[in-house]
């Protein structure tokens, strides 16, 4: 296990983690903020996956794909919100059981309109090339992930430290009647954080969908990893989303690569032992 | 109450006069409709009494189900009078599994719970399915064949008739800790914590039992499942058995016991006999959840009483 | 009370009370994931069935079929509960199906206990037709054993001058047994396996495993199923990987090989079917399939195609009428027929014996189709080929099933 060896898979693991930072950030701000832990989470992954393939067979443009699936999404998002979650007001047992519901179907639904078939959304040719950088094979489509999960990042970070809505958003999630109380509009920010959510999660799908591919299951595989993420990093905290994915990324890559026998254990061990330190998490508040 | 009580004996009278009649494929819904409603009773002790909303509670039932496997199939221990013995082990296993978690979980509440749950969960299917040499791993454990003490439980109205048996006990048990002093002071952990702890409960003990207790009926759920299928896999503990299980008290009525057992036959008729029927079954049983949910708070046994009140109200 | 488990039970009996299977009918359960992710795989299955049914009126041998189609959700315990619901309440002659090992090592014991014929079109367990038979009366395999076309396999890459070979294998019992097969024989031939790596069943991203393959082998061996099979060819050139890449049956078949790309071109793998097989039969099965349902056939629907023609000449000998289980079993394993796969006979343990076909991706144009497209082209084809290869039965059920850890891996650095 040389030098190169620790480089690459420091790499793959970093890479993996912007990928799960994508899928867990909106998990986390939509907990943050109206307490919902949403169990559809994965399936809005999926969904943007496919979402973006139509997209790509009718006018054959990845780039548009992108943000094309990413919105459609953020509105089914909103449309569950409204329609269906804010109704029943504040119950976290019954939301998380309203999110599984729509998870049911929109698998059903996804296999209806897409089939069974194992899909990959293909990245334009630029992307599919490796930087040869000091011997390492260095995949750009990695680098790529790595850097939009970063701009996101910082984006997200931006907008809640330093802009008006950011500072709304911060209120609601501190202490919501206190909010109410100075006039803010709780519903709004619940609707708009919970189509930010789905936005990013189906950002992620489509990024994903060239790395782990597109096929029915795959959000019921991806929702534990992101609720591991959740956990770790704490739950409703976006640098404890950041956090955890990181860790969580290096922690599966290198079980994998050194103990490969525990390769689920790698990533659900973490996570027991901080439950048991910490139950909310490294950076989360009660 | 006591008409409560009669109904549900003639029902359960009824149930067991039905069974000779039965079809085959049905007799088999109803056996597994049965050992569901064992969990979801459990849980229903959890979240319709305590107030505590458990996502995880397959792990116990998988607990309960690879013992029993693991003993038939390796040791060949518990297919005669054995059986008896493996219910108790089983039921332990699922209560020391629940004991261990419960130290991780009940310290927690309300969503904080949902998740800790979720994810001890996620590390019990986690185990079954990397554990090869221990679990078979993604083939399971074949079960080779079902106990026979006097009685052969591989005639399926007898299996049906054990299961019975074992459904009322549980019942029956669950029944008689509701109504005493400690079932009664979990309802008020439910709806007050803060002042049955100012009135000197120790409240943590109280959850931390609950969740002992639902973890042994689970245990004891995962045996009768174990013969019942005549195989034990990972998929019997995956996210979604335990989801169901929650789905099953909540259409059925939190807090009544019985709308457990309720809301198992109605998610295995949906699941199991439904899909036999139609092809988008996956799409009622979505609703049916969606449905719930949104229109009927008290499940299935609420509607009687929303019907009243409909009727008082006018 | 229980309201719907009242109205389940009058229908169940209804439905019990039902008149029983007549002579001439032919009642077919058929088990496969519809929903899930191997959804893709069990509707094509079914539609290998179904096409085979379509093209001769919906009979086989002179009986009408009535063909029943169950959804096993990829979890074998709702295969079970499936399969006795076909049994039961259906009255099904024989049931056919079962994807993975699971679910054949889940659905053999149903057909013992229930006394109904199982037909196992694709599910691959070594054991179901080996050491685990006798436990088995009632069922029959049509399709393969995982280790089958590795044996060979295993040859070809000796044959190629490959001394040292690093296998990279789905860590799951189909996993272990191809992978079984495939160093068995390499090594008997003079071959050495340095490495074995095994990513779980589903992995997609092989960034963990890719940097640890040992750079100095002469081959990689490869397993996949499914998402991984896309994957892993991509991700090893993304990396710079520049050894050759061979694989298991399921690495590059039909079912994966359309999504995949210029990266696995010139890789070769063994299996039982090739869509690329160049004969009369297979291009006009291959034309019906495609127009029918858009698609080149994969090996799940040719199994099944094939299976349904064998159960036509075994009622075509009983003149249409159900001659019992064991009757039909016997009467299935005595076979020899010209399948779209080639010749194919049954062994005395109730498995295939059958042409294996080394087979190597190229982009060409094949059957008037008007484009380039990746096939599977046939570079050298093992005939007669048993579950045993060239070792003789005894001698090979001496010896453990292939696992994570036999054959050992002597060789290992």
Not at chain 2, 165 to 170: A, G, I, K, T
Not at chain 3, 159 to 184: L, N, P, S, W
């Amino acid at each position: 296990m040389n030098l190169e060896f620790w480089l690459i898979q420091i790499f793959n693991g970093v890479s993996y983690g912007a990928l799960l930072f994508l899928l867990a950030s909106g998990l986390t701000l939509i907990f943050g903020v109206m307490r919902i832990v949403n169990l559809a989470h994965g399936s809005y992954f999926l969904l943007g996956g496919y979402v973006a393939l139509s997209v790509i067979w009718a006018t054959g443009s990845w780039l548009l794909a992108l943000p094309a699936a990413a919105l459609a999404i953020a509105v089914v998002g909103l449309l569950m919100e409204r329609v269906f979650l804010r109704p029943l007001g504040f119950d976290p047992l019954r939301q998380v059981l309203l999110t599984v519901g729509f998870a049911f179907l929109f698998q059903q639904a996804a296999l209806d309109i897409w089939g069974g078939d194992n899909l990959i959304i293909d990245p334009p040719a630029a992307l599919t090339r490796s930087w040869v950088v000091g011997g390492l094979h260095l995949p750009v489509y990695r680098i790529f992930m790595i850097g939009t999960a970063v701009a996101i990042g910082l984006g997200l970070w931006l907008a809640m430290e330093k802009t008006r809505v950011g500072a709304v958003v911060r209120a609601a999630v501190d202490d919501a009647e206190m909010a109410r109380g100075v006039g803010i509009d709780t519903s709004r920010v619940s609707m708009f954080i919970f189509a930010l959510g789905a936005f990013l999660a189906a950002l992620g799908g489509v990024i994903g969908g060239a790395f782990l591919g597109v096929y029915p299951g795959l959000d019921f595989e991806v929702l534990p990893v992101a609720f591991a993420v959740v956990i770790i990093g704490g739950m409703g905290s976006l640098t404890g989303a950041a956090v955890g994915s990181l860790l969580v990324g290096l922690a599966d890559n290198f079980g994998k690569a050194l103990f490969p026998e525990l390769a689920y254990f790698s990533l659900y061990a973490p996570m027991v032992a901080i439950l048991a330190l910490k139950p909310t998490g490294l950076l989360g508040r009660e | 109450m006591k008409a409560k009580v009669i109904a549900v004996i003639v029902a359960i009278i009824a149930l067991g006069a039905i069974a000779p009649f039965a079809g085959s494929y049905v007799l088999v819904l109803m056996t597994q409709a049965l050992v569901l409603g064992i969990i979801a009773m459990s849980v229903d002790l959890l979240l319709g009494y305590t107030g505590l909303p458990s996502l995880g509670q397959a792990a116990y039932l998988g607990m309960g189900a690879y013992l029993t496997a693991i003993l038939a199939s390796t040791y060949g221990f518990g297919l005669g009078g054995g059986f008896w013995v493996v219910v108790v082990l089983g039921m332990l296993a699922g209560a020391a599994a629940a004991a261990v978690f419960g130290l991780f979980a009940v310290r927690a509440g309300g969503v904080y719970f949902l998740m800790i749950t979720l994810a001890l969960g996620m590390c019990v299917w986690g185990l079954a399915y990397r554990w090869n040499s221990l679990t078979g791993g993604d083939n399971g454990i074949n079960m080779p064949g079902r106990p026979e003490f006097g009685i052969s439980l591989s005639d399926d109205l007898n299996y049906f008739y054990l299961v019975l048996f074992f459904f009322v006990l549980s019942l029956g048990a669950l029944y008689v800790l509701v109504r005493s002093p400690f079932g009664r002071s979990l309802v008020g952990i439910r709806e007050r914590e803060v002042r049955m702890r100012i009135l000197g409960y120790n409240t943590w003990l109280h959850k931390y039992l609950a969740f002992v207790i639902a973890g042994a009926f689970g245990g004891l759920a995962g045996v009768l499942w174990a013969h019942l299928t005549g195989i034990v896999s990972p998929g019997d503990v995956i996210l979604t058995t335990s989801v169901d299980v929650l789905l099953m008290v909540v259409l059925g009525g939190p807090g009544t016991l019985v709308g457990g057992a309720i809301g198992a036959g109605v998610v295995t008729f949906l699941r199991e006999y439904l899909a036999t029927v139609v092809p988008w079954w996956q799409y009622v049983l979505g609703a049916v959840y969606v449905l719930t949910i949104l229109y009927l708070p008290g499940g299935l046994m609420g509607i009687p009483a929303r019907i009243r009140r409909r009727k008082n109200a006018t | 009370m229980k309201l719907f488990s009242k109205v389940g039970l009058v229908a169940g009996i209804a439905l019990a009370f039902a008149v029983p299977a007549k002579a001439q009918e032919l009642r077919i359960g058929f088990v496969a994931p519809m929903t899930g992710i191997f959804a893709q795989i069990g509707k094509d299955m079914e539609n290998g069935f179904q096409l085979y049914l379509d093209q001769h009126n919906g009979q086989l041998g002179g009986a009408k079929v009535t063909f029943i189609v169950e959804d096993t959700e990829g979890k074998p315990p709702v295969a079970v509960r499936k399969a006795e619901k076909l049994i039961r309440q259906d009255k099904v002659h024989m049931f056919i199906g079962g994807l993975l090992a699971s679910a054949g090592y889940a659905l053999a014991p149903v057909s013992s206990r229930l006394k109904t014929v199982y037909v196992l079109s694709v599910s691959a367990a070594d054991d179901l037709t080996q050491r685990d038979l006798n436990k088995y009366p009632y069922i029959i395999r049509t399709s393969w054993t995982s280790s089958q076309p590795h044996h060979p396999m295993g040859q070809w890459a000796c044959e190629q001058g490959y001394k040292r070979v690093v296998t990279i294998a789905a860590d799951y019992a189909f996993g272990h047994e191809v992978t079984g097969g495939f160093q068995k024989v390499f090594e008997d031939c003079g071959g050495k396996v340095v490495q074995k790596i095994w990513p779980p069943l589903g992995t997609k991203d092989f960034g963990p495993y890719i940097p640890t393959i040992k750079k100095d082998a002469d081959a990689i061996f490869t397993v996949m199923v499914g998402p991984m099979a896309l994957q892993f060819p991509k991700q090893a050139q993304a990396a710079g990987i520049k050894t050759p890449i061979i694989g298991g049956g399921t690495s590059y078949d039909e079912f994966v090989l359309p999504s995949m790309g210029d990266e696995v071109l010139g890789h070769v793998s063994a299996l039982q079917y090739s869509a690329a097989i160049d004969t009369p039969a297979n291009a006009a099965f291959v034309k019906a399939y495609r127009s029918k349902y858009g698609k080149v056939p994969s090996y799940y629907s040719e199994s099944n195609y094939t299976t349904a023609q064998m159960i036509d000449e075994v009622m075509k000998r009983n003149k249409g009428k159900w001659p019992g289980p064991q009757q039909f079993i016997k009467q299935l394993q005595g076979l020899k027929l010209e399948a779209v796969r080639g010749p194919v006979f049954f062994d005395d343990m109730r498995n295939p014996v059958q042409n294996i076909y080394i087979k190597k991706v190229e982009k060409k144009k094949m059957f008037g189709y008007p484009n380039e497209e990746l096939w599977n082209t046939i570079i050298k084809t093992y005939p007669d080929v048993g579950q045993f290869w060239k070792y003789g039965k005894d001698k090979f059920l001496k010896q453990p099933v292939y696992s994570r850890d036999f054959p050992p891996c002597k060789y290992c650095e």
